[in-house]
């Protein structure tokens, strides 16, 4: 092709789908940009009318209803960088069962002893399963469920070692994203000892 005839072709592009990147100037022959979707197995959200990426669970809606709570303080760790964390993947949950939480430690009951550095407990709030729209407020499972309470090294969770406690929380979530390992609900603290736990299943 002559640059004569690329100029004539370039000519011949409807100048709209250019500037929306439909087509392809550079291209000897315009091209339809289709951009990849992916079947809508779970519906349509009801209030943003896009695909949800699991069942009752739309991505953008659920970002944003994780980052008010956080916004209108309706919970902290105490430490800056578990915050981050935290809402960072509640922003980031493709489903329920990649959710993490800030728990209270008030929330857990029966609290015993179980092996160096674990407890058991009942967690009374049980984890997530959707949004309830008409109470605007999340709908849970496992009330009362038994989980594992692992404690969290102190050293990490000081702020001079901040790469370190992200390091080991980051892992043990990644981990548990695929049930590799145990599924891990959330972060609790308890407020007597200033000890951090990791909350397992």
Known sequence: MTSRDTEKHQGDLDPELLAKGVIDEESE?????????????????????RSNSFMN????????????????????????????????VQENAGRPSEVVEWIPYERMINIRFFEEEMYIANWMDGYIVEWDYENNNWKRNGIGVEVLLKRIDESCVCARFPGDLLHKIKTQFQLDT????????????DPYTGTYFMVMH
Do not use: A, M
Not at 33 to 44: A, K, L, M, Q, S
Not at 178 to 189: A, F, P, V
């Open 57 to 88: 669970w739309c991505l953008p809606c659920i970002s944003k209803r994780f980052r008010q709570r956080h916004e209108d303080k309706k919970w902290t760790s105490g430490n800056k960088i578990i915050d981050e964390y935290i809402v960072n």
């Open 29 to 49: 022959i315009p091209y339809v940009h289709v951009p990849i979707t992916f079947p809508n197995i779970y519906g349509i959200c009801k209030h943003c009318n």
């Open 178 to 189: 695929w049930d590799i390992i145990i599924k891990s609900y959330g972060i609790t603290r």
